[in-house]
């Protein structure tokens, strides 16, 4: 273990050695580029500091324009342009967003339902197995 170390901290030196080098044959300097380097550092934190919040302002912009009575009025009135689109074409009534909704609801929840019978008739057959295993190994011991 002490061999790998060693061998990966002379590789690490070898690399700081050529990138050093590298860059002073290109004629820059170290502390120019670490200057630079730094300066960027520092802007990228800026950047990624105005990036979140105007992706905070920006969700609670569209957050209050969803909340506004205005865009609820203009959305039911798109909706009951659907409906009534639908009805023209279909000759049925298309269903409301909240009525979709409450049905999709309804089936999620029998869903649920019927993963949950399943998960306790498991479990019942698995204890009613191991009730019936004990009881014929108390038996024949």
Do not use: C, W
């Not at 979140?52 to 506004?68: Q, Y």
């Not at 009534?84 to 929840?109: H, K, N, S, W």
């Not at 019978?117 to 009730?131: G, S, Y």
């Amino acid at each position: 273990m002490a061999r790998l170390k060693e061998a990966g901290d002379l590789a690490s030196e070898a690399f700081g050695k050529g990138l050093v080098s590298g860059i002073e044959a290109s004629g820059q300097s170290i502390e120019d580029l670490q200057k630079d380097i730094i300066s960027l550092g520092e802007t990228l934190g800026k950047l990624t500091a105005g990036v979140n919040t105007f992706a905070s302002d920006a969700i609670s912009a569209f957050n209050r324009v969803g909340e506004s009575s205005a865009v609820q009025g203009l959305l039911n009135v798109f909706e009951a342009l659907v409906r009534g689109v639908g009805f023209i074409v279909t000759g049925e009534l298309v269903p409301t967003m909240d009525a979709t909704t409450a049905r999709l609801a309804v089936q999620e929840r029998n869903k649920n339902e019927r993963a949950n019978k399943a998960t306790l008739r498991i479990r019942n057959m698995t204890l009613k197995n191991r009730k019936t295993d004990f009881s014929y190994t108390k038996k024949h011991d």
